[in-house]
Structures are given as C-alpha cells and as structure tokens.
C-alpha cells in the first residue's frame, strides 16, 4: 500500500472507543473519519467530546462500512458483540482492531478467523500491554539470554471490578462478561504466552467467589490456572475482579541463567551481583484503558497495514489466548487437566 492518509472508523463509545480515539490522534498519517454507535446522536457526541470537527456519526453498522475513505476499523464493543463486526468488517475488506475479548466462544472465535483469513485483511488484539515499558524491558532480556531458557512464569491480574467501575452492570453478566479471564484477566494470561514464547499445550483450573462477596457476578471472579507450555516450561495465572485493593499485575520469568520478577533481574551474566538489580520502567499500575500504551501498538499496527502483513498481536494469536481459556473453563468444569485446541485457519 503507498503511503496515504489512512482512514479509521470507530465502533462504539464507551471508555475503550474514547482511548482510542485519543491515541489513533497521536498516530502518524492516520485521521478519524466515521464514528458507529447503536443511537447516532452518541457518535456524534463522542465525536464533538473528542474535537473531531470532519467525522460522520453512524447507526447503522454497513452504512458505517461504506464509508468514502474508510480502511481501518476499530472494535470497542461490549464482549457479546465483536465477533459479527468483524466478520463484517472483513467482508468489507477493512483491516481492524479488536478489543479484548474477541469473542466468549469457540464457534465465534473460528468464524472470525475464517472470514478475515478469506478476506486477506490485517488484524490487531488489543493486548496493548506489549508496548508498556515493562513487557518490552522483559522480552528484550529474555531474547538476549539474561535469564537463560524459561522454565517457569507467572502472570497475574488483580483488580476489583466493582460499582465503582463504568462495565460493572453489564459486566458482571455471564452472557456478557464471559468469566474472570475473558473480561480482564486474559491480560495477563497473553503476555504471559508472548514473553514466554511458546504456545501453551495443556491446561488445570479451579476458581471460586468469596462467601461474603456483595458484588452480584454471574460467574466466579476468582481463578486459578496451571500451564503446561509446548516447549517443556509451566506457569501459573492468578485472576480476582472480586479484590479490595489498587490495581497489581504481578509477573515473574524464571530461566536457567536467572530470574526476572517485574521490574527487577537476578543473572548469571553479571557474576558480582548480590542482589535484585532494578531497571526503571513503566510498569501496568491501572486498569482504567485512559493509561493503555494503545499508541505503541496502533502505530505499529498501521505500519503493518502498509506493508500488507499482520503485527505479532494479530487475530491468530490471539485465538491461542482464547484457546486456552476455553480450556481453563472446561479444566474448571471437569476438574481434570485439559489439552488446548489449536483454531482452524491460524
């Protein structure tokens, strides 16, 4: 593709479709040109909110896709919603970007997969973690052999959903918050997979609620899941939207040569060191999406839709993440260990 003004539309408007229209401003040779919603007066509010002067409003979703100029879609919906607009995006022939998750089932999640592999058209997840400072500071040591080969990693996602967040009425639906994992959880779960390198082949689970918990959630907001990975290495991911306490993504790597734990290194590389070294970094302290590094990986996403190929965050990657999170629910379910199913078409 030659180097062009790329146009984005953006369907929703909540607080994800806010953030990103924030950060797709930031982005280089890219304008916000169509805003979809249910009722088209709140796309043309959010469109003045955010000073977008030149943007039509939608209510209707192909109308939206039909847009004069329109090459990139953004996906801000609520989790039932995602897999049929992408699907239909695809078939319009636009590039997009999904929010997490992508969809609460498997049926879904193969028929998204289908239909932008058919399309040809480059996909993004946002597991926008990738850009924060701390998860490239861990991949970049992992890559230069700090720690060694992993064997063992954790990852967790601690973050009370409650009232006093804006989802929490619908989130709390199973029908429309899926579980723990597939609302927020599934945050640490893939950057877990990413910096560990290597797709998770079997899976163990339990979760459960707290017996005093006043927050009414459909599913249990607490889980816990054991990981087998291909190449050998297990880990761990904790999830609780039911705690009472600031936001914590705690992560740990362990490798043969040594040990990163957030924003701290232990390495045989350095044979006088005697303590934790630390690197100053940004590090995930907040689950509101107004301080998701978007901006890292919208750039790198549209740099991928001029070259005609997929970023490393692409739809098939992340169909391995809700893979295995539909193996987390059956573990849960069953009780017993489970294999993970690989997508069709990834």
Same mark, same amino acid.
């Given at each position: 593709?030659?180097?062009?003004?790329?146009?984005?539309?953006?369907?929703?408007?909540?607080?994800?479709?806010?953030?990103?229209?924030?950060?797709?401003?930031?982005?280089?040779?890219?304008?916000?040109?169509?805003?979809?919603?249910?009722?088209?007066?709140?796309?043309?509010?959010?469109?003045?909110?955010?000073?977008?002067?030149?943007?039509?409003?939608?209510?209707?979703?192909?109308?939206?896709?039909?847009?004069? *100029?329109? #090459?990139?879609? &953004? !996906?801000?919906?609520?989790?039932?919603?995602?897999? %049929?607009?992408?699907?239909?995006?695809?078939?319009?022939?636009?590039?997009?970007?999904?929010?997490?998750?992508?969809?609460?089932?498997?049926?879904?999640?193969?028929?998204?997969?289908?239909?932008?592999?058919?399309?040809?058209?480059?996909?993004?997840?946002?597991?926008?973690?990738?850009?924060?400072?701390?998860?490239?500071?861990?991949?970049?040591?992992?890559?230069?052999?700090?720690?060694?080969?992993?064997?063992?990693?954790?990852?967790?996602?601690?973050?009370?959903?409650?009232?006093?967040?804006?989802?929490?009425?619908?989130?709390?639906?199973?029908?429309?918050?899926?579980?723990?994992?597939?609302?927020?959880?599934?945050?640490?779960?893939?950057?877990?997979?990413?910096?560990?390198?290597?797709?998770?082949?079997?899976?163990?689970?339990?979760?459960?609620?707290?017996?005093?918990?006043?927050?009414?959630? *459909?599913? #249990?907001?607490? &889980? !816990?899941?054991?990981?087998?990975?291909?190449?050998? %290495?297990?880990?761990?991911?904790?999830?609780?939207?039911?705690?009472?306490?600031?936001?914590?993504?705690?992560?740990?790597?362990?490798?043969?040569?040594?040990?990163?734990?957030?924003?701290?290194?232990?390495?045989?590389?350095?044979?006088?060191?005697?303590?934790?070294?630390?690197?100053?970094?940004?590090?995930?302290?907040?689950?509101?999406?107004?301080?998701?590094?978007?901006?890292?990986?919208?750039?790198?996403?549209?740099?991928?839709?001029?070259?005609?190929?997929?970023?490393?965050?692409?739809?098939?990657?992340?169909?391995?993440?809700?893979?295995?999170?539909?193996?987390?629910?059956?573990?849960?379910?069953?009780?017993?260990?489970?294999?993970?199913?690989?997508?069709?078409?990834?």
């Amino acid at each position: 593709m030659a180097k062009r003004t790329l146009g984005i539309g953006i369907i929703g408007t909540g607080s994800a479709a806010g953030a990103h229209i924030d950060n797709f401003k930031d982005v280089t040779d890219c304008e916000i040109v169509a805003i979809c919603s249910r009722k088209q007066s709140r796309a043309a509010a959010l469109a003045e909110e955010k000073g977008l002067s030149d943007v039509t409003s939608y209510s209707k979703l192909e109308s939206f896709l039909a847009h004069d *100029g329109l #090459d990139v879609v &953004s !996906i801000c919906t609520p989790h039932p919603n995602p897999p %049929a607009e992408t699907i239909a995006a695809a078939r319009a022939g636009k590039h997009i970007v999904i929010e997490k998750p992508v969809a609460l089932g498997r049926d879904d999640l193969k028929k998204m997969v289908t239909e932008c592999n058919k399309a040809g058209v480059c996909t993004s997840v946002c597991f926008e973690l990738h850009w924060i400072g701390l998860f490239k500071n861990i991949k970049a040591m992992i890559k230069k052999g700090m720690v060694g080969n992993p064997f063992y990693g954790e990852a967790s996602y601690y973050h009370g959903i409650g009232p006093h967040i804006r989802q929490y009425d619908w989130n709390i639906k199973k029908r429309m918050g899926g579980d723990a994992l597939l609302t927020a959880g599934c945050h640490a779960l893939d950057g877990l997979i990413w910096l560990m390198g290597s797709r998770v082949v079997e899976v163990a689970a339990m979760s459960n609620t707290s017996k005093r918990n006043p927050w009414k959630f *459909g599913y #249990d907001p607490n &889980s !816990i899941a054991i990981l087998k990975f291909e190449n050998g %290495a297990i880990g761990k991911v904790g999830t609780s939207i039911e705690c009472r306490q600031p936001y914590l993504m705690p992560i740990i790597i362990q490798g043969d040569r040594g040990t990163i734990w957030n924003d701290r290194f232990s390495t045989l590389d350095l044979p006088g060191q005697n303590d934790w070294g630390q690197i100053p970094t940004d590090l995930p302290e907040s689950g509101s999406v107004d301080d998701h590094p978007y901006r890292g990986q919208f750039q790198e996403f549209l740099d991928n839709v001029r070259r005609g190929k997929s970023p490393h965050n692409d739809l098939h990657a992340a169909a391995h993440v809700h893979e295995v999170i539909f193996a987390i629910q059956a573990a849960i379910r069953t009780r017993v260990t489970v294999k993970v199913r690989r997508t069709p078409g990834t």
